[in-house]
């Protein structure tokens, strides 16, 4: 028997914090802290606030699971997109050009009057779990330090944070102590590690502000779809048609000939900015 349930209260699907956009695939697990050391900053706290502040605040972040003291719940199915590891650029390339739409977030509960080593293992139970529904190794876990600098879970990237909680004087040491966890929750047969581990950065690239719109969604419901073009310009020769509820990595807004806007894509297409047929979305 499982060791562990998990609690499911699911968020009402709205624009920042369940946009409802699908996976494009689950090639990682991402492990978060809140930050939040709050007095009842619990899983149903977060839910509470994610359901209901965020969204008026709009702000475009979440993650799909919170590790509390005494329990586990789910807000975002696993097969959606949760904004939870955005940023203006990456530190590895293993995940797409974005990699929330390649990752499931699981966030671990610090509020003061919880249990925090009960939530850290029920992290490592759900990380295993969420690994092998996934067919995923112990190289796909990665701290949301790891793909943008952010320096999160805290208490896995600075040693004086993994001391204040009780972790060790070394955040390295306490990280390689949550994953050997992990793959033995995993159980037997599992490697601790098969990949080279990610280059260290030159500097941050975390800006802990909101980001400008990072997706672009199509919104239009016609058959026909919406045309994706080789160049700015309404006139160009079409690359392909995208339908109601695609969404694509965005660079920025180009003026085209016919004075109208394009979306420039990651990709180098461009799509129309009307919004008649996207919106943006995009995020923390
Ligand atoms: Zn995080």
Same mark, same amino acid.
């Given at each position: 028997?499982a060791?562990?349930?998990i609690?499911? $209260?699911?968020?009402q699907?709205?624009?920042?914090? +369940?946009?409802?956009? =699908?996976?494009k695939?689950?090639?990682?697990i991402?492990?978060?802290w809140?930050?939040?050391?709050g ?5 149903t706290a977060?839910y ?7 969204i008026?605040?709009? $702000? ?5 699971y ?13 097969n959606?997109m949760?904004?939870?590891?955005? #940023?203006r ?24 009057d %919880?249990?925090?080593?009960? #939530? ?12 092998k *529904?996934n067919?995923? %190794?112990i190289?796909d876990?990665?701290r949301?330090?790891d ?6 879970? +805290?208490?896995?990237?600075?040693d004086a944070?993994? +001391?204040?909680?009780?972790?060790? *004087? ?9 994953? #050997?966890q992990?793959v033995?929750y995993?159980?037997?047969g599992?490697?601790? $590690? ?7 950065? !030159?500097g941050s690239?975390y800006k ?8 672009? =969604?199509v919104?239009y419901?016609?058959?026909d %779809? ?5 160049? #700015?310009?309404?006139? !160009?020769?079409v690359h392909s048609?995208? =339908?109601?509820?695609?969404?694509f ?7 085209t ?5 394009m979306?420039?894509l ?6 129309t900015a ?5 919106k ?5």
């Amino acid at each position: 028997m499982a060791k562990y349930t998990i609690n499911e $209260s699911l968020l009402q699907v709205n624009p920042y914090t +369940r946009t409802g956009i =699908k996976l494009k695939k689950v090639m990682g697990i991402v492990i978060h802290w809140t930050a939040n050391k709050g007095k009842g900053a619990s899983d149903t706290a977060h839910y509470r606030y994610y359901s209901g502040g965020a969204i008026s605040a709009k $702000s475009y972040a979440s993650a799909h699971y919170f590790c509390d003291g005494d329990s586990i719940l789910r807000v975002i199915p696993d097969n959606e997109m949760a904004y939870h590891v955005g #940023a203006r650029s990456y530190r590895t390339n293993r995940l797409g050009s974005y990699p929330n739409n390649m990752t499931i977030g699981v966030e671990t509960c610090v509020n003061v009057d %919880g249990n925090f080593k009960q #939530a850290l293992d029920r992290s490592a139970w759900l990380v295993a779990k969420l690994l092998k *529904d996934n067919k995923l %190794g112990i190289d796909d876990l990665y701290r949301h330090y790891d793909i943008t600098g952010k320096d999160c879970p +805290r208490y896995f990237v600075y040693d004086a944070t993994a +001391r204040e909680y009780g972790l060790g *004087d070394s955040a390295a040491k306490a990280w390689s102590a949550f994953k #050997a966890q992990v793959v033995a929750y995993m159980g037997e047969g599992t490697k601790l $590690s098969t990949k080279p581990p990610i280059a260290k950065p !030159a500097g941050s690239t975390y800006k802990d502000k909101e980001v400008a719109p990072t997706l672009v =969604k199509v919104i239009y419901k016609g058959r026909d %779809g919406v045309a994706v073009r080789k160049t #700015a310009d309404f006139s !160009a020769p079409v690359h392909s048609y995208v =339908k109601y509820g695609d969404a694509f990595t965005i660079v920025k807004k180009v003026k085209t000939k016919q004075g109208e806007y394009m979306w420039r894509l990651k990709s180098g297409l461009f799509i129309t900015a009307h919004e008649k047929y996207v919106k943006t979305i995009g995020g923390k």
